[in-house]
T-cell receptor, first 114, second 112 residues
């Protein structure tokens, strides 16, 4: 079955712009979470959604937001981009309802802010 | 707060050598523990997991045992291959946190 699909794979944006990244989870998975990966900070949790509800949020500024649709697809948005937002953004999906057992990751979206 | 500490890399080994990557954790409860692997240009793939103390996770020749007394989850493989070259991440998840907390990653280079 198809894995987690993230689009686009690569993105170049200018400081001050906004960006929307998309994630389609594995069929049947209702939990979607997002992570930011940078060389300096490593992998950091952004937020997690289950059945269109945000259940947990990481320590990121309000410029980072997300949502989940009724078909479990998710988007994350970053407004007023800064150079430091350049990173690989990874989406993961899981069957989890009460707790995390296994997360399947997409290939990521590489965002470059210039 | 919860955290994961991994040994610094890169770890460079010759093919067929024995591999150990150390991982220790700090958690308030009883987390599940994971090893993920990231190949160049790719996302993360789950390598193995353990959900309670003394559990041993294993996959593709890799093993790790959940040691509550030493708060460790060290990754081992008896004979590495060139194709094992990648970055390995140790991670934990607490019940009802719905998130993974990752270590900084350890790059493994295996030479023929």
């Amino acid at each position: 079955k198809a894995g987690v699909t993230q689009t686009p794979r690569y993105l170049i944006k200018t400081r001050g712009q906004q960006v929307t990244l998309s994630c389609s989870p594995i069929s049947g998975h209702r939990s979607v979470s997002w992570y930011q990966q940078t060389p300096g900070q490593g992998l950091q949790f952004l937020f997690e959604y289950f059945s269109e509800t945000q259940r947990n949020k990481g320590n990121f500024p309000g410029r980072f937001s997300g949502r989940q649709f009724s078909n479990s697809r998710s988007e994350m948005n970053v407004s007023t981009l800064e150079l430091g937002d350049s990173a690989l953004y990874l989406c993961a999906s899981s069957l989890a309802s009460g707790y995390l057992t296994e997360a399947f990751f997409g290939q990521g979206t590489r965002l470059t802010v210039v | 707060g919860d955290s994961v500490t991994q040994m610094e890399g890169p770890v460079t080994l010759s093919e067929e050598a024995f591999l150990t990557i150390n991982c220790t954790y700090t958690a308030t409860g009883y987390p599940s523990l994971f090893w993920y692997v990231q190949y160049p240009g790719e996302g993360l793939q789950l390598l193995l997991k353990a959900t309670k103390a003394d559990d041993k996770g294993s996959n593709k020749g890799f093993e790790a045992t959940y040691r509550k007394e030493t708060t460790s989850f060290h990754l081992e493989k008896g004979s590495v291959q060139v194709s094992d070259s990648a970055v390995y991440f140790c991670a934990l998840s607490e019940d009802s946190s719905y998130k993974l907390i990752f270590g900084s990653g350890t790059r493994l280079l295996v030479r023929p």
